[in-house]
């Protein structure tokens, strides 16, 4: 739906898409632009980026955290993403590409102006870098500089719109990620608001104790498909006619148990209602937090009754630590999982890992439509992917 475009570059350089195609840049050339280093622009990156691999190649998901600290107003025109080491511009945001990956939480104007800035105001955009996987290296780090206007002045007053560029500071790329093994098993697992820069679990920016965070920028939901091509033997509306539905859970890697949330009761799939009201303490239903290298993974939606382990326990590779159900936010039974850095369900930030083995069998393309569609779905690829993330609707067989 969204389309994509990829810059040429020499056979020995890096081959970039970008997921929002920049419809037009901007008519004044960019040598009108006057650099500003005191713009007035606050313009953070909140989570270093790393690289992950998936089958179309390496992907690099950050935010630009924007603020406009001054009263005057500013218009954002174009954003360029830059290799610190070798100034290679690697991607460029502007017109409808820009307000497409612009969020602006909180604030309901037109979208016309999503990418205005008023004094104080504050934004965020979501971008996303991808390399060929046959890159003999990656950038490391990256600058970005960013055009901005001013209001246009009104006619007949003589006036002239300022243009101006702004530098902003080198930022480093993060850790690599964590080696994780199969949180569950057996065929037909799709990977639902996975790997992308425009699904809901990329872009849900929550507050938790006054800090805002993406816990789930790599978040998966695991929902299992029948042999029939579809989730569900029939559509009773019970939980057990699932194929997912009590289905283990495993641990991905030796681990301590940092914390478990349990007797929280199943939803009805696909109603409007959930069991329980929706809060901070509720959302994750019953869940499992594995701790591993300072990081924390997310087991949530857990069938109530059936976790196996305790806070302070160790944990093998491998080992069950519940039954797969639908509770919490959740409607219908899937397993939620992602990796943060804190030991909360949905605090902090997200952080990036991959999965030692799976076999791609294809995909579903968008979740929510095929799953209303009511079509099937056929296996149409038989591929081994190694330390990997599947992409957003993709099919997967774990080893059983």
């Known amino acids: 739906m969204v389309p994509e475009s990829q810059v040429n570059m020499s056979k020995s350089r890096l081959l970039f898409m970008v997921a929002l195609l920049a419809a037009s840049l901007p008519s004044v050339a960019d040598d009108l632009y006057v650099r500003q280093d005191a713009l007035g622009l606050e313009v953070r990156v909140p989570e270093p980026p790393s690289w992950v691999a998936a089958r179309d190649g390496r992907h690099a998901l950050y935010e630009l955290s924007i603020a406009n ?172 006619e699932y194929f997912g539905y009590q289905e283990p859970v495993l641990a991905v890697a030796s681990g301590r148990i940092a914390a478990v949330k349990d007797g929280i009761a199943e939803n009805v799939p696909r109603s409007t209602e959930m069991a329980v009201p929706m809060t901070l303490e509720t959302v994750a239903g019953n869940y499992v937090l594995l701790e591993l290298q300072g990081a924390y993974v997310l087991y949530a939606h857990l069938e109530p009754g059936t976790i196996r382990v305790h806070p302070g326990e160790t944990v093998d590779r491998g080992q069950v630590i519940g039954l797969l159900g639908n509770s919490g936010q959740s409607d219908a039974p899937h397993l939620h999982l992602h990796v943060t850095d804190r030991p909360a369900s949905l605090a902090g930030e997200g952080r990036p890992y991959v999965f030692e083995t799976f076999r791609y069998r294809g995909s579903v393309g968008n979740l929510d439509q095929w799953w209303d569609s009511g079509e099937p779905w056929q296996p149409e690829a038989d591929t081994w992917r190694t330390l990997e993330l599947p992409l957003d609707g993709d099919v997967v067989d774990f080893p059983p």
Do not use: C, M
């Open 69 to 240: 600290l001054r009263r005057h107003e500013l218009r954002l025109e174009k954003i360029e993403v830059i290799d610190a080491t070798n100034d290679q511009i690697l991607l460029t945001l502007s017109g409808e590409a820009l307000r497409q990956a612009t969020a602006r939480r909180g604030w309901d104007g037109p979208e016309a102006e999503t990418t205005l800035w008023r004094g104080g105001q504050h934004g965020t955009v979501f971008v996303e870098l991808l390399a060929d996987a046959g890159a003999a290296s990656l950038p490391t780090q990256l600058r970005h500089r960013l055009y901005a206007t001013s209001p246009a002045p009104a006619t007949g007053s003589g006036a002239a719109q300022k243009r101006w560029v702004l530098e902003t500071q080198t930022v480093p790329f993060g850790p690599a990620p964590l080696r994780l093994s199969a949180p569950l098993k057996g065929p037909g697992w799709l990977a639902g608001n996975a790997l992308s820069n425009e699904s809901d679990h990329r872009r849900s920016i929550i507050p938790v104790n006054g800090r805002a965070g993406i816990a789930q920028r790599y978040a998966i939901d695991w929902v299992r498909i029948g042999p029939h091509g579809r989730p569900a033997k029939t559509e009773s509306g019970a939980n057990a």
